[in-house]
């Protein structure tokens, strides 16, 4: 029996968590990940080495292993102190093979088959390009680092558009997997730093638009100050719809746990909260609802300058949920 084809469309996190999941079951999974990765252990290697940004496919790359723990934790291991500080090996080695073979989509082939994943790792392009946002009052950011972190302090209006500096064309393998797909699965993960990338990359678009496959969005838990603020689940569809050119979803995949109060509690701050389902029972595609929240919270690195979520989608329970819906 011929297995269902999974198109993860994402990056960091997001797909990390999805694609740790869905590999447990019989399934051929394919991650098309964003490539516009300007800040930490990824940012510095791009702009001191000239390589294209390593960690969101090293982060599918380590979810897709079937290798040992050990391994895996290697590859996500990041340095404290001296000149590597915040670098993660994993990092540190596919920027290695692609300056040795002089091609990213090499060592992605290489790392992939020490890690033996299974299923491929495609990255959206292999030019290189910065993602950009127009605020409603008109500045320009650049950079996705800073469209993704924002002080305490710094008071941001909501995001006009997104583009890319310069437009780049998408990866042919993108192209062709997108092609072949039985569905698409759309997150979990930052809506204008992890998801809207890949649309703005010519030809993602167009193609998803003309594939025959289910395509599934999974809802974030959490708003992002500067990015999402306030938004609720029907805001976070519109937005996605601006840069897919029309109505394409099939089905949307809510959570419906509330986080703990002291999850909750990191994130009052920044003023981020729980998304908002205000979707009712829409009539434009399925919505289905289950408790797809982590029980324990993640802990960051202290090693890692960025600050990460620490409230995640539960890869088992969001799996369950994906293969239940394809089923």
Not at 120 to 132: E, H, M, N, R
């Amino acid at each position: 029996m011929k297995k269902p084809r999974i198109v993860v469309v994402g990056g960091g996190t997001g797909s990390y968590v999805a694609l740790s999941g869905l590999k447990k079951y019989p399934v051929d999974l394919t991650a098309i990940v964003t490539m516009m990765d300007s800040g930490g252990s990824s940012g510095k290697l791009r702009d001191e080495l000239g390589v294209l940004p390593p960690g969101d496919v090293r982060q599918c790359l380590v979810a897709l292993a079937e290798s040992s723990r050990l391994l895996r934790e290697m590859f996500n291991y990041r340095f404290e102190g001296g000149g590597l500080s915040g670098h993660t090996f994993g990092n540190i080695f596919l920027s290695a093979l692609e300056k040795t073979t002089g091609s990213m989509k090499k060592a992605i082939t290489e790392v992939g088959k020490i890690l033996r994943i299974r299923g491929q790792v495609i990255p959206v392009t292999f030019s290189k390009a910065d993602l950009c946002v127009e605020l409603i009052d008109g500045k320009i950011i650049v950079g996705e680092t800073h469209i993704d972190v924002v002080e305490k302090k710094e008071k941001r209006v909501p995001i006009r558009r997104a583009f890319l500096d310069p437009k780049v064309e998408a990866n042919p393998d993108a192209i062709l997997a997108i092609q072949k797909a039985d569905f698409i699965l759309i997150g979990p993960g930052d809506l204008y730093t992890s998801i809207i990338p890949n649309l703005l990359v010519h030809g993602i678009k167009d193609s998803i638009q003309k594939s025959k496959a289910k395509k599934i969005y999974v809802l974030n838990l959490m708003t992002k100050y500067g990015q999402t603020t306030r938004y609720t689940a029907s805001d976070h569809i519109r937005d996605l719809e601006k840069y897919t050119g029309r109505q394409i979803l099939d089905t949307v995949l809510v959570n419906t746990k509330v986080p703990s109060d002291e999850a909750l509690a990191w994130y009052v701050d920044f003023e981020e909260y729980p998304v908002s389902d205000d979707l009712g029972r829409s009539s434009d595609y399925l919505i289905t609802r289950a408790h797809l929240v982590k029980n324990v919270m993640i802990e960051q690195s202290v090693r890692d300058r960025l600050r990460r979520s620490i409230i995640r989608h539960d890869p088992d329970k969001l799996a369950s949920a994906i293969i239940k819906l394809i089923s």
